[in-house]
């Protein structure tokens, strides 16, 4: 089953974040994962301002978009989305999220993604609020909750977070909006069954499927877990 922007719509999906992948063999390890049954490749995009972090910019992305067989999913975490939306929905972007902290016009801005062709979503740091939805909640496809503070692969998931989503499943069944809830950071096989039930159905992960000897099998087996969760 596809959604309105032809993008698979599994009850839960897997999104490995190559963040944690080899740079310098991007095209072996994202073939490895959709080996293993991604649905999804999340690729973060940092500017040294917003987070702390430089990662990767469009160029990188057109090149993923031509070997890559599964949707992009973009997680802007950059200052002035507005100015880059078009640059990554041209560089193959499927999905395309901006940051709350730093889109004061985000209806305007979630507006210029959707316009696009592209599913568009609004990410909330570990410090803020779901009440900074509350006048946006109808126009999103997704909302992503960061469970750890964005800019690095690797750290620990924060446990609030659980409620967070719990909190940002009901503001959106309140709103009677389908969003999905997008979670990233510290996910792994020990807390996907938590995040589930919490209402989250896309997971990203970067080092649970990255920083293993086989991310083909990293992959499988997560996909296993989840299906044994989303199936209770
Ligand atoms: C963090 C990024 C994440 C990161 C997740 O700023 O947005 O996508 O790659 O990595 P793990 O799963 O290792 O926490
Ligand atoms: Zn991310």
């Known amino acids: 089953m596809t959604d309105r922007y032809g993008i698979p719509t599994g009850a839960v999906q897997i999104a490995p974040s190559i963040l944690s992948a080899s740079f310098a063999e991007l095209g072996r390890d994202i073939a490895a994962v959709e080996r293993g049954g991604a649905d999804l490749i999340h690729i973060d995009v940092m500017d040294g301002h917003f987070v702390p972090n430089i990662t990767i910019g469009q160029p990188v992305v057109r090149a993923i978009k031509r070997i890559a067989t599964c949707p992009l999913d973009v997680h802007l975490m950059i200052e002035e989305p507005d100015r880059y939306v078009d640059d990554f929905v041209n560089a193959g972007a499927n999905m395309l999220s901006v940051h709350v902290e730093v889109a004061p016009h985000l209806n ?125």
Do not use: C, H, Y
């Open 108 to 232: 305007r801005t979630i507006a210029l993604i959707k316009s696009r062709g592209v599913k568009a979503g609004a990410v909330l740091n570990p410090s803020t609020p779901v009440s900074a939805l509350e006048e946006i909640i109808l126009e999103l496809d997704f909302v992503l909750v960061m469970s750890v503070n964005p800019g690095f692969g690797g750290q620990v998931f924060i446990p609030e977070s659980l409620n967070k989503v719990r909190r940002v499943r009901e503001a959106l069944t309140r709103a009677g909006s389908s969003a999905q809830i997008e979670i990233d950071g510290g996910i792994d096989a020990a807390n996907v069954a938590d995040v589930v039930g919490a209402g989250a159905s896309i997971l990203v992960a970067g080092n649970a499927i990255f920083a293993t000897p086989d991310p083909e099998a990293a992959t499988r087996a997560l996909r296993a877990t989840v299906d044994l969760v989303a199936r209770v």
